[in-house]
């Protein structure tokens, strides 16, 4: 095993992956993705992260593990990445809420408490973030994948176009309020990332904007941080 491997075996990707085809709210067959209940839709939303991450970080993987999801699971995953690009939306607004108040706030506790809020908040974040990507891909694989035009792939399509724009809002918003996600940079939860990932995905994060280091300065400079 390289170091390269050894470091990538430290996300735990090939457990992770385990979990999640393992888990129990996992139906043994469905044929109609619209009668699954919440369980099972969070459960192939797992799924889905678990081999995206796969696929964005250089790790070997169990060939039986391995493989592309079907595309009413991958249906379920995006719609679900959806939702949960959503909550994260109003998650960053009740952050950025929490802080705001926290400056008009004179006593020190309360300060204090919001700040190792915002802290966690802020990672949290964007490893929620990188959950979305890694949900992407594993859809998007499965899409390109299929071999016949059925109705189920062309719900597929209309729901990754979807996603694909409310993704690009939470990115807006996300980059627009960077200085919430500071503390991110005080740790080297963003360094590990890019150093882990795989051609040609660490080329193309060269133009994610949570990798660009100028937006970072940037933010740092106007906050005196």
Do not use: C
């Not at 209309?158 to 200085?179: C, H, P, T």
């Amino acid at each position: 095993m390289t170091q390269n491997e050894m470091a990538v075996d430290s996300l735990g990707l090939n457990r992770r992956l385990t979990l999640a085809l393992t888990n129990p709210a996992i139906p043994q067959e469905f044929a109609n993705p619209d009668r699954l209940d919440n369980k099972a839709r969070v459960a192939f939303l797992h799924v889905a992260e678990a081999i995206g991450k796969i696929r964005l970080f250089d790790t070997d993987v169990d060939p039986r593990l391995d493989g592309t999801l079907p595309i009413p699971m991958a249906l379920v995953a995006v719609q679900e990445a959806t939702r949960e690009a959503q909550s994260l939306l109003r998650d960053l607004e009740e952050l950025k809420d929490r802080m705001d108040t926290q400056k008009v706030s004179d006593d020190p506790l309360k300060q204090e408490s919001s700040q190792i809020y915002a802290n966690e908040a802020a990672i949290q974040i964007m490893e929620r973030r990188l959950a979305l990507v890694a949900v992407r891909e594993a859809t998007e694989e499965a899409y390109y994948a299929a071999d016949n035009d059925s109705e189920m792939l062309q719900r597929l399509q209309k729901a990754l176009e979807y996603d694909l724009g409310v993704n690009e809002k939470l990115d807006e918003r996300l980059s627009g309020e960077i200085q919430l996600l500071l503390p991110v940079r005080q740790t080297n939860l963003l360094n590990n990332w890019f150093a882990l990932l795989r051609e040609p995905y660490r080329l193309m994060a060269q133009k994610w904007w949570f990798f660009e280091e100028d937006r970072w300065l940037s933010a740092k400079s106007i906050h005196g941080q």
